[in-house]
């Protein structure tokens, strides 16, 4: 009898034991989850300024590319005013 009596008092300890570590699992779960949301929320806004970078990239190359355009025109009306003359 006292033989079944320590068994079943080991058995209430290992018990206790588990369900100690799956609290301190379930704390864990849930740190990692709200950390893995954090991170998750810090992708979105990286890709977000990614896009944001990459829109603001497109927009810069346009207008250099309008700017030249614009700088040949300039210098090919310069070239023609001073080959402008002009007699009263």
Partial sequence: MDEMQQRCDDLSNELLQLDEEESELSSLLASSEDSL?????????????????????????????????????????????KSFKWEP
């Fill in 37 to 81: 949301q954090k991170h998750v929320a810090i992708l979105k806004d990286l890709t977000d300024s990614h896009t944001s970078l990459e829109k603001d990239i497109t927009i810069v190359e346009e207008t250099a590319t309008k700017v030249e355009e614009a700088n040949k025109g300039l210098k090919e009306a310069h070239d023609s005013l």
